[in-house]
């Protein structure tokens, strides 16, 4: 039963990301324009599209679980404070939350790694 509610709980944590890239990828030039809107060059949608792609695929198949999840938790913390600062908005305040929530969960997987249903453990 652990092994498959580790599973789930990696398909969950990272399915977010998996599909926020791939429509940052839809989107790419609506995309570039926001982040330039708060001061970030567009080349770097390429190395975040990159991650939020690659991560997540890492974490659910559980290899290298543990480095995915550490860079998933930093670009989480990033996030929040470059683009949810505005913590008088109630819905940014809620998204920087769901961020740093989200950077904890993810140091979870840094700390206990994959428990079952993957290949760090091959």
Known sequence: ??????????????GIFLLSGFNKIGNYDGTVGWM?????????LIPAIILEIVAPILIII???TKVAAAA?????IATAII????????MQLIAFMKN??????FLFLVV????GF???KK
């Open 118 to 120: 993957c290949l760090d």
């Open 112 to 115: 206990n790694g994959s428990r």
């Open 36 to 44: 330039e809107g708060f001061g970030l060059p567009g080349f770097l």
């Open 72 to 76: 998933l938790s930093l670009f989480c």
């Open 100 to 105: 740093i929530a989200l950077a904890g969960g």
């Open 83 to 90: 683009f949810h600062n505005d913590l008088g908005d109630q």
């Open 62 to 64: 559980g290899y290298q």
């Open 1 to 14: 039963m652990i092994k498959i509610l580790d599973l789930i709980g990696r398909v969950l944590i990272s």
